[in-house]
């Protein structure tokens, strides 16, 4: 049996675990990611990390032949640098270079959304698939695209950025600097964003009595709005799924993919969000009726996702 690291580097947490060749998971942990900290000392913890998870499995190192990890940001796959991480202090470190000699073992890199998206293919809802694009729904909107069983990474690992694609010419800011982007729209925060605007403009809703401090207010908010039958709430969450619908379209008239997998916290709604979803967006792909439509489901692998996906980068 061959075994394998897989590191998932967050803003807040860094998770990692040993898997078999499979992709299964044998022993996981994590430790806060302190992002503020100098990028060597990070290092160090994610170095640590991988020892205690060997020791705790009981499979020595010298029994693992790879490392992934997945980075929240932008990589040189070839170089294994973090180019740029917006939420660490990394930019232009050298992690595949550290971690592989303090390891003694190769390392291979990739964007965080591309790691979800390849541990859903091997073990979560893209499992019975060729090709799947994973769409994270979180702080931002990632992606990640498999192709006929492989990761494609683009220009120097860069592709799949598929948030800032433009919806809406001279729209809401996005934090990437173009205006109208995909991420300003479909996005957790933009979700949250929308509930407190409409919130502020009707305070006779029921989602000033769901969540009074506007400060507290979260992606689930509205949709408990719409459970209880507000009608503010069923606006926010249908103008929600229109735009979110639009960008998933777009991709499937662009890849065609096999599966479109939805994954972050927003997608806790289960069948509140994918039902009206899917009616909304196969309408919107070419070909109408006349053609078969990509299935679109929710991810089920959570945060083991991006840990299995870093593990099987060596065969991505």
């Known amino acids: 049996m061959k075994y394998y690291l897989g590191i998932d580097l967050g803003g807040t947490n860094i998770k990692a675990g040993i898997t078999d060749e499979t992709g299964t998971i044998l022993y996981k942990n994590a430790v806060r990611t302190l992002g503020q900290r100098p990028a060597e000392e990070i290092a160090k913890d994610m170095i640590d990390l991988c020892r205690f998870i060997c020791r705790n499995a009981e499979i020595p190192l010298e029994q693992v032949e790879a490392v992934g990890i997945g980075i929240p940001g932008t990589v040189d796959e070839k170089k294994g640098t973090i180019v740029y991480a917006n939420n ?56 990640g695209i498999i192709l006929k069983g492989k990761l494609w990474g683009g220009l120097d690992g860069s592709a799949a950025e598929i948030g800032h694609m433009v919806l809406k010419a001279g729209g809401e800011a996005c934090s990437c600097g173009r205006t109208g982007c995909w991420e300003a729209y479909s996005s957790a925060t933009a979700l949250i964003r929308d509930t407190v605007r409409a919130m502020k403009k009707h305070p006779e809703s ?76 196969y309408p919107k792909c070419y070909g109408g009726e006349t053609v078969r439509h990509p299935d679109l489901k929710i991810a089920s692998m959570g945060n083991d996702a991006g840990i299995v996906g870093a593990a099987m980068l060596w065969n991505s």
Not at 111 to 126: I, K, Q, T, Y
Not at 235 to 248: A, K, R, T
């Open 88 to 143: 660490l202090h990394m930019d232009g470190f050298p992690i595949g270079a550290v971690i592989g000699k303090a390891l003694g073992k190769p390392v291979y890199l990739s964007n965080d959304a591309n790691c979800a998206a390849l541990g859903e293919f091997v073990n979560g809802s893209g499992k019975n698939y060729d090709s799947i694009v994973m769409v994270t729904l979180g702080t931002g909107v990632g992606g």
């Open 206 to 281: 029921l989602l000033n009595t769901i969540q009074p401090d506007l400060k507290k207010v979260s992606a689930k908010t509205a949709f408990l709005g719409l459970a209880k039958g507000d009608a503010v709430a069923k606006e926010v969450v249908e103008q929600y799924l229109y735009y979110l619908s639009e960008g998933i379209a777009n991709i499937i008239n662009t890849l065609a993919p096999d599966a479109v997998i939805l994954g972050g916290g927003v997608c806790n709604e289960g069948d509140t969000l994918l039902r009206p979803l899917r009616e909304l967006v």
